[in-house]
């Protein structure tokens, strides 16, 4: 259930990563075109990609959240639990638990920003039907999303810990 839903999640944030890309892409590519061999410059163009791309790429940190994408230094474990697969998923989880706690202790302000952001729209200059207070909306959203991906990576790693625990019990624990 959970892991269908965390598939099913993830799809939908590389559908809208794919699509933003692409919408930022074409809007610039139209931009050139206008600006350099039309000489007809639409002013708001430029401010829909940049939008467009900003929303697409605080999303993204979510896309990698998913795909255990954060940053990470993967020598030491590497290098410490080079035979030992139970130390290695053990810290494998406490790295997620630690990831997931950063992401709660800024989810509390940024729940601010966002309740802010409904109750006061702030409007772009050029394009003045776009609410730039979406762009904050949409960094919630990124960290909701992030804390839920490590909530499915920290059950699926305690779920792997106990299943190699209990395997090293079988065997004797000869490893």
């Not at 772009?124 to 999303?145: A, C, E, H, P, S």
Request: proline share 2%; aromatic share 16%.
């Amino acid at each position: 259930m959970f892991n269908f839903l965390q598939q099913g999640i993830t799809a939908v944030e590389k559908w809208i990563c794919a699509a933003g890309l692409f919408a930022s892409t074409l809007l610039t590519f139209v931009q050139v075109i206008n600006r350099y061999w039309l000489h007809y410059e639409i002013m708001w163009i430029g401010d829909m990609a940049l939008y467009i791309f900003v929303i697409t790429y605080i999303l993204a940190i979510a896309l990698a959240a998913s795909q255990k994408g954060h940053i990470a230094v993967e020598m030491l474990p590497e290098r410490i639990f080079r035979d030992k697969p139970v130390g290695k998923q053990a810290y494998a989880v406490a790295m997620d638990v630690l990831t997931l706690t950063a992401i709660l202790v800024f989810l509390h302000p940024a729940y601010g920003f966002f309740r802010q952001s409904i109750r006061y729209p702030e409007y772009g200059t050029l394009v003045r039907w776009f609410n730039t207070g979406w762009l904050v909306q949409v960094m919630f959203l990124t960290i909701v999303l992030s804390a839920l991906h490590m909530a499915y990576h920290i059950g699926k790693g305690v779920f792997e810990l106990r299943k190699q625990l209990w395997l090293k019990s079988q065997q004797g624990g000869s490893r």
